[in-house]
Antibody, heavy 120, light 107 residues
Framework: QLQLQESGPGLVKPSETLSLTCSVS??????????WAWIRQPPGKGLEWVVG???????YYNPSLQSRVSVSVDPSKNQFSLTLTSVTAADTAVYFC????????????WGQGTQVSVSS | DIQMTQSPSSVSASVGDRVTITCRAN??????LVWYQQKPGKAPKLLIY???VLQSGVPSRFSGSGYGTDFTLTISSLQPEDFATYYC?????????FGGGTKVEIK
């Protein structure tokens, strides 16, 4: 059974780069059944899909973030990573990673989420 | 982008009540609609996918219906553990988008 765990710094300074990693266990990140996604949730607000990547490297971006987002997959570590550049306070959020089922269209299971605050 | 609009944004209900939440897409998404439940401080939990398919392990008091642009999540008899925020999500096309959420509160 798939399990995902986010990791990364909890505090990032404005204008700097946010980097997060999602470790996948219980299944292979090279599965053809999933895109690997990042979703975020600002405090007290709703869910925002950020980006999704297939193990081949095919990537889909949220257009509102595309210019600042990059994502990569590391099959050797069964991990995928998110980089968000030039962060501002508006990027403060809980960041979740989750597999996106290509056949059923859902995110599940989700990682527990990691809080990232942007502040000097 | 496909816009997802949920209503109401919040609802107050009592244990045993029937609760209905609506999600509307601004274009046809066929049955590519997912419902999640989120409790404070927790990750969302999958309830229903493809509009009406109940995820394994989810109680049968939850049901989903709809097709095209209009969808409904129904909780037939609200239980104490159901007080949470519910989100819909369209999976018809990228970028994937969520509704704004519906908070189900205790009356």
């Amino acid at each position: 059974q798939l399990q995902l765990q986010e990791s990364g710094p909890g505090l990032v300074k404005p204008s700097e780069t946010l980097s997060l990693t999602c470790s996948v266990s219980g299944g292979s990140i090279t599965s053809d059944n999933y895109y690997w996604a990042w979703i975020r949730q600002p405090p007290g607000k709703g869910l925002e899909w950020v980006v999704g990547i297939f193990h081949t490297g095919t990537t889909y971006y949220n257009p509102s973030l595309q210019s600042r987002v990059s994502v990569s997959v590391d099959p050797s570590k069964n991990q995928f990573s998110l980089t968000l550049t030039s962060v501002t306070a508006a990027d403060t959020a809980v960041y979740f990673c989750a597999p996106f089922s290509t056949s059923q269209g859902y995110f599940a299971p989700w990682g527990q989420g990691t809080q990232v605050s942007v502040s000097s | 982008d496909i816009q997802m609009t949920q209503s109401p944004s919040s609802v107050s209900a009592s244990v045993g009540d029937r609760v209905t939440i609506t999600c509307r897409a601004n274009q046809n998404i066929n049955s590519w609609l997912v419902w999640y439940q989120q409790k404070p401080g927790k990750a969302p939990k999958l309830l229903i996918y493809l509009g009406s398919v109940l995820q394994s392990g989810v109680p049968s008091r939850f049901s989903g219906s709809g097709y095209g642009t209009d969808f409904t999540l129904t909780i037939s008899s609200l239980q104490p553990e159901d007080f949470a925020t519910y989100y819909c999500q369209q999976a018809s096309s990228f970028p994937l988008t969520f509704g704004g959420g519906t908070k189900v509160e205790i009356k």
